[in-house]
C-alpha cells in the first residue's frame, strides 16, 4: 500500500512552519508502524530545512511556490506523491498509533474530513464560536486539518477542483452561498465546505466516526470557566522526555492541534529527536 502524510508549509515572517512540519513529522515517525508513516512536504524553499539534525523524516520533498497565497492546501490532491493520503495542519502532533484507522480509510473510502474536534480534557467540542459562518448557513463542519483522500478518484478531483475555484473567487461564493454570516475570509474549511454542500456529498465524505480524534486548542471552545483567545491562558504544555505530552493535568493521547506556535521550542524538538533516534537504534 503506498499511503503518507502531507504537509504544506511556506515561509512567513514571524512563524517557523517548516520547523512545525519537522516537529510534526518526528512524531508522526515515532508513533507510526512501518508502511504507515511517511511523511511528504510541500515547500516553496527545500533549503529551510537542509539545517535539521534529521530531514530524512520527510521521505518525499516537494518543492512548491503556492502562487494562491497563504494556504494551499486545496491543492492536496494534485502534489501528494502517495495513492493514499492523510493531509494535515503543521501546527500538530501524534501521540500513539493509527494505522487502523489507515486501514479503514483505504478500504471504505475515496475521501474523507474531519467534522468534529476535542477539547484538551477529550470532550467533543460544541460552541461555534470560531465557526458561526457554518453554522448561519448550515454549511457541513469540515476541519481540513485531517483530510483523507484516495489519488485519482473521480468525488476527489471533482471535490477539490470545486474547492479551488472557490479560494480564487471568494467574493462571488460568497455572495452567493455565504449570505447569512460572511466570513472576512474564505479559508481551505470554508471553501472545502462549500464545494461539499455544492456537490451535495457532505453525508458521503463526512459521517460520525471515532476518528479522527483531534485536540483542538484554540482557547474559546475549551469549556473554561472565563473566556481566554489562548488556551495557555489556563493551562500549561508539558512535555516531557518521553513524549509523553500533558495539558493541565490532562494526558494527551491522541492528535493535538496545538494552535499557539511558540510551544514547538528547539527543547521540544530536541526531545522529539531523541525519541525517534532511539526508535531506530
Known amino acids: 500500500m503506498n499511503f503518507g502524510y502531507l504537509i504544506f508549509v511556506a515561509e512567513h515572517e514571524t512563524i517557523p512552519y517548516d520547523r512545525l512540519a519537522y516537529a510534526l ?22 533549503d529551510r530545512i537542509s539545517n535539521f ?39 500538530m502532533l501524534f501521540f500513539r498509533d493509527y494505522s487502523h484507522w489507515v486501514d479503514y480509510f483505504v478500504e471504505n473510502c475515496d475521501l474523507y474530513v474531519a467534522n468534529n474536534s476535542n477539547t484538551y480534557r477529550g470532550e467533543t467540542v460544541t460552541s461555534d464560536y470560531y465557526r458561526k459562518t457554518f453554522t448561519a448557513n448550515n454549511l457541513p463542519n469540515l476541519y481540513s486539518f485531517y483530510t483523507f483522500f484516495k489519488k485519482d478518484s473521480e468525488l476527489v478531483n471533482e471535490f477539490f477542483e ?13 455572495n452567493t452561498f455565504l449570505t447569512k454570516l460572511k ?3 474564505v479559508g481551505t474549511d470554508e471553501a472545502l465546505a462549500l464545494s461539499a454542500e455544492i456537490l451535495d456529498i457532505r453525508d458521503q465524505i ?19 470557566p ?31 492541534h496545538y494552535v499557539e506556535k511558540d510551544k514547538i521550542t528547539l527543547e521540544t524538538v530536541n526531545i522529539l529527536e531523541e525519541r525517534v533516534w532511539k526508535k531506530n537504534t
Open 25 to 46: 513529522a518526528l512524531s508522526i515517525k515515532a508513533t507510526q508502524k512501518p508502511g504507515y508513516d511517511k511523511v511528504a512536504l510541500v515547500i516553496d524553499d527545500p
Open 53 to 91: 539534525n534529521s530531514p530524512w523524516v520527510f521521505d518525499e520533498i516537494i518543492e512548491w511556490d503556492n502562487e494562491q497565497g497563504w494556504d494551499g492546501r486545496s491543492w492536496m490532491d494534485k502534489l501528494s506523491p502517495w495513492d493514499y493520503t492523510v493531509c494535515l495542519d503543521s501546527d
Open 162 to 174: 470545486l474547492g479551488r475555484h472557490i479560494i480564487k473567487n471568494p467574493v462571488e461564493f460568497s
Open 183 to 185: 466570513p472576512k475570509v
Open 206 to 224: 463526512s459521517y460520525p466516526l471515532e476518528f479522527p480524534k483531534v485536540v483542538h486548542l484554540k482557547g474559546h471552545i475549551q469549556n473554561f
Open 226 to 256: 472565563w473566556p481566554a483567545e489562548l488556551a495557555s491562558d489556563h493551562i500549561g504544555f508539558y512535555l516531557n522526555d518521553d513524549c509523553d505530552l500533558k495539558l493541565g493535568n490532562y494526558q494527551q493521547t491522541d492528535i493535538v
